[in-house]
């Protein structure tokens, strides 16, 4: 798969290079001057509503108290503290995913990371935090030749200043999360994480911003997090490009 899938990456990138460029979210021609995403898709990116749970920004009911447990994150681990999210996952951010996770436009990332990083200077994270992409397997991380997370993570860690540390891997099972429900999503990536060697020293009391394309129930956050926690991190925040919100679409984790 690893040799056929790269090649094939190779020649899709090239047919891309040879095509005048188009939207990632609508596949429009792009006019001078416009990158990756065009003005129209960019003003439908839709942010959710408010107001929103202070903890995982789902948008609440107006009129539900704010002490009343959030449905959406009231099952997260204490280890996760909080998600950020910079759109709803409905055309055209479905469309920008889709783009960067399966074929093969990484320079989208620029533009998400960009983004996701409007999202942080209200957090007031401290200047020790360290970004750590949410990794994927090493399957699919061959066969793709990147792993998304990763690519939003470098332009974040750029533009933010803090750090790239890729503390985490990705340990067998943990098949892709399309499909399943709640439960199912839990059990599938309970064990799919474990530290990188070495990393638990760099992590020790430090804030972490977990960087991922999607957020869906947060079951893939809420496993990485307890690995985190456990390497010694005082502090977890997702970062993730996309939610899905009821009847938004079903992908990531
Ligand atoms: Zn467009
Ligand atoms: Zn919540």
Same mark, same amino acid.
């Not at 107001?51 to 920004?57: A, D």
């Given at each position: 798969m690893g040799a056929v899938g790269s090649v094939r990456g190779a020649f899709d990138r090239m047919v891309h290079l040879l095509l005048p460029p188009a939207c990632h979210g609508c596949r429009s021609p792009l006019t001078?001057?416009? !990158? @990756? #995403?065009c003005q129209q898709c960019r003003t439908l990116l839709r942010p959710g509503g408010h107001?929103? /749970?202070?903890? /995982?920004?789902a948008p609440r009911g107006t009129g539900v108290h704010p002490s009343r447990p959030c449905p959406e994150c009231v099952h997260w681990p204490s280890e996760l503290n909080r998600a950020r999210w910079s759109y709803v996952l409905a055309p055209p951010a479905d469309a920008l995913v889709h783009g960067l996770k399966?074929?093969?436009?990484? !320079?989208?990332a620029g533009f998400m990371a960009h983004r996701m990083a409007r999202l942080v200077p209200p957090l007031k994270l401290p200047e020790e935090t360290r970004l750590v992409p949410v990794p994927t397997t090493p399957e699919r991380e061959r066969s793709r030749g990147y792993n998304q997370a990763h690519l939003l993570a470098w332009p974040l860690s750029r533009e933010l200043g803090f750090p790239l540390l890729p503390g985490l891997a990705r340990q067998g *099972?943990? *098949?892709? @999360? #399309?499909?399943?429900?709640r439960d199912e999503r839990r059990a599938n990536v309970e064990e799919a994480f474990r530290p990188v060697p070495g990393a638990s020293t760099s992590l020790k009391d430090r804030v972490v911003l977990l960087v991922d394309d999607v957020l869906t129930t947060g079951a893939t956050a809420s496993a990485a997090a307890r690995v985190l926690g456990a390497m010694g991190a005082s502090h977890v925040t997702l970062l993730a490009f996309a939610r899905t919100l009821d009847g938004s679409g079903a992908e990531g984790g």
């Open positions: 001078p001057g416009q !990158e @990756q #995403v107001p929103r /749970c202070s903890r /995982c920004h399966y074929d093969g436009w990484p !320079e989208l *099972g943990g *098949g892709t @999360q #399309v499909s399943l429900q």
